[in-house]
């Protein structure tokens, strides 16, 4: 099945400056707003107390913030979301059991709302925070350290592997930087999308590589510019529709999930775009200006039956 009625012929090639120029603006304000602005951590790099309540009728956020800061709580921070009688409270680091935060939590909002009621309690000690920032940190070193040995063997030239790597270097950077600027919280389930959306990123470009190569066996006369340009809108009608259906599922994640799944669904949207982007402006185009030719994907088999002649 295909997404388009009739063969596209776009000339995605044609406009690559210019979308590099986009993606260099993207990454210097993504860049720009890590170094001032940094992520808004969650509970669990950063260690304390996030509680989820809810209440009969809207709450009053004020309301509960005064609440808090009489029972002793410094600096809370409390958020609504998904509905107006829903809120979200984040707490400093605590030294008590959840048990005896959940009952005192529970005393404030009944001051606040007789009907409120708690719908989970987290804590997360800082020592515990720390320990999960480097776990992620080395989770996503090693990720992208595994992609460029990958990149590196499958494909025998270093023009497509250093498209590729840039494009899985791309999308993340991206995510980040959204997060950064939107201050979504940037807890554990994020890093957890976001080595999905890197493996998603590089399975288009994969698909796309060995369509280039395809084309440079069937047409070894074609001007790379046209290879590169049959084989994005070849694989075109594949990209967008599984990119179209995995967004139906995450935009539904976005809106109906709550706020458990709000950062790792956002971090999705985020990455699934920029990665539906990369691998046609950032790892092709990368690899045509670095000189990309037929000889280049056709040398390792040109050359093996000659190494194995008698």
């Known amino acids: 099945m295909e997404f388009f009625h009739r063969a596209t012929t776009f000339p995605f090639m044609s406009t690559r400056k210019v979308w590099y120029g986009l ?133 025998h030239t270093w023009r497509l592997s250093l498209g590729a790597i840039l494009a899985v270097l791309h999308d993340p950077i991206l995510v980040l930087g959204t997060f950064s600027l939107t201050r979504t919280t940037f807890d554990l389930t994020v890093v957890a999308a976001m080595l999905a959306v890197i493996g998603y990123s590089l399975n288009d470009t994969v698909v796309v590589f060995d369509r280039i190569r395809e084309r440079f066996h069937t047409g070894r006369r074609l001007d790379p510019v046209t290879v590169l340009d049959q084989s994005i809108n070849q694989t075109l009608s594949r990209t967008i529709m599984t990119k179209v259906v995995t967004l139906i599922v995450v935009v539904a994640l976005y809106a109906l999930g709550g706020a458990v799944l709000r950062g790792f669904s956002e971090a999705l949207i985020i990455g699934i775009l920029a990665g539906t982007y990369s691998s046609i402006y950032i790892s092709s185009a990368v690899a045509l200006d670095c000189g990309l030719k037929a000889e280049h994907l056709l040398a390792a088999a040109v050359k093996k039956p000659l190494d194995d002649m008698p």
């Open 23 to 155: 993606s260099i603006v993207l990454i210097l304000i993504s860049l720009a707003s890590l170094a001032t602005r940094g992520l808004n951590l969650g509970v669990d790099f950063t260690g304390g107390v996030t509680v989820q309540a809810s209440f009969p009728a809207a709450a009053n956020r004020d309301a509960v913030i005064k609440a808090l800061t009489g029972a002793g709580y410094s600096d809370p921070q409390v958020t609504i979301f998904g509905t107006s009688r829903e809120i979200a409270i984040r707490l400093p680091p605590t030294k008590q059991s959840t048990e005896a935060v959940r009952t005192q939590i529970e005393q404030v909002l009944h001051g606040v709302d007789a009907g409120a009621q708690i719908q989970q309690v987290e804590v997360v000690g800082p020592q515990i925070g720390g320990e999960l920032q480097r776990s992620a940190a080395q989770a996503l070193i090693a990720t992208l350290l595994l992609i460029f040995g990958y990149i590196a063997v499958r494909f």
